[in-house]
């Protein structure tokens, strides 16, 4: 299974696409989606929007993921960060696949064992579990911590769904 990991932001948007085979996990590819700060809201959202679109075209994942938006106490840039999200949802739906959910702690804890692990922490297990992935911007490295954590859960899933289906029996 490959899977599109989205970390998003109005000034950049970190991509990570890896694939999963059981409990294998291999690095592909992970960039960044970035608009400039002049722009007009729109224009940015129309760029994540696009250069997502380009993303997907080029590496056809079977599935994405996404974080979801962390509310603070700033409101103004909570929703620009929802409208960029919004964007990187549209494009990625547009390609006919699913989009999961996952809020930021679940994908530290994922990572790490805890919900509270600090950049670097984070950035030394995606080191860990993708050494191919090589020096990467933070950005990239939450994208790819937010597809590996969709590979767990959809593993777990379809584990207990075997699981279920077989005690039916």
């Not at 085979?21 to 994540?48: H, M, S």
């Amino acid at each position: 299974m490959r899977i599109l990991g989205i970390d998003p932001g109005l000034q950049k948007t970190g991509w990570g696409i890896i694939e999963s085979e059981g409990n294998r996990l291999t690095y592909v590819a992970c960039g960044l989606v970035k608009t400039e700060g002049g722009l007009p809201l729109y224009a940015r959202l129309a760029t994540i929007d696009q250069g997502l679109g380009n993303v997907f075209d080029q590496w056809r994942p079977d599935v994405a993921a996404i974080e979801e938006t962390f509310v603070n106490n700033n409101a103004a840039s909570a929703l620009k960060l929802g409208a960029a999200r919004g964007a990187a949802i549209v494009a990625i739906a547009r390609g006919g696949i699913e989009v999961e959910e996952y809020p930021a702690n679940l994908i530290k804890k994922s990572l790490t064992g805890t919900g509270h692990a600090t950049k670097d922490q984070m950035g030394m297990m995606i080191k860990t579990l993708l050494p191919a992935a090589g020096k990467i911007g933070e950005d990239q490295a939450d994208a790819l911590a937010v597809a590996i954590t969709h590979a767990h859960h959809a593993a777990s899933r379809k584990l207990m769904g075997g699981i279920m289906s077989g005690a039916a029996r």
